[in-house]
């Protein structure tokens, strides 16, 4: 088999607060994975506070066997809050992708890879009306520069894993998220 940017292995970390939306937006993104037929882990973790704490989601997706299931080199790091930055931009390979929500994360410490800062709470105020759907605004972002997975396959993964009374807000947000993300290719 032929090796492709879409068929390598990528290691990705979303990370923030607990009530920012990561674990389900790492589930999301697993899902999307699995639905285009792609090897995946998913695992995560929060601090002791459900809403304010630590919080993260850690996805791998390949073509190949997964032989470790934790991701330890991130390709890709979302943060979401300046202490997550701080805490995990060091376990971002050289060569990954950094985004960040400039909206809060306002000191980044690092020169060396592709980083993509954008107001993603801000931007969901003003044109979604809350803050809640950042998560998928960024996760979309994160799709459509990185490629790991297929707009349709997460635009069917929102559909199957939010509440039937949110699917419109977040496929507003996801949409809002790919568009964004052409305005920085």
């Not at 300046?82 to 306002?106: H, P, T, W, Y």
């Not at 996760?139 to 707009?151: H, N, R």
């Not at 997460?154 to 949110?166: D, N, P, Q, Y």
Request: glycine share 6%.
């Amino acid at each position: 088999m032929s090796k492709n940017k879409k068929c390598d292995k990528h290691e990705v970390r979303l990370s923030g607060s607990g009530g920012q939306g990561l674990i389900l937006a790492g589930i999301i993104l697993a899902r999307a994975a699995v639905h285009d037929k792609k090897r995946v882990t998913q695992s995560q973790s929060y601090g002791p506070e459900s809403r304010g704490g630590a919080s993260r989601a850690d996805v791998i997706v390949s073509c190949e066997e997964i032989y470790y299931p934790e991701a330890t080199r991130f390709d890709i790091l979302l943060a979401l809050t300046q202490e997550a930055c701080d805490k995990f931009l060091f376990d971002l390979r050289e060569e990954g992708i950094l985004v960040v929500d400039n909206s809060i994360v306002k000191n980044i410490s690092l020169l060396s890879s592709k980083i993509y800062e954008v107001p993603f709470t801000e931007i969901a105020l003003e044109q979604l009306g809350s803050s809640l759907p950042t998560n998928i605004l960024s996760l979309a972002f994160l799709v459509k520069i990185s490629g790991i997975v297929s707009e349709q396959s997460l635009k069917k993964a929102i559909e199957e894993s939010v509440r039937s009374a949110f699917i419109d807000v977040n496929l507003k947000a996801m949409k809002l998220g790919f568009d964004l993300a052409k305005k920085y290719k």
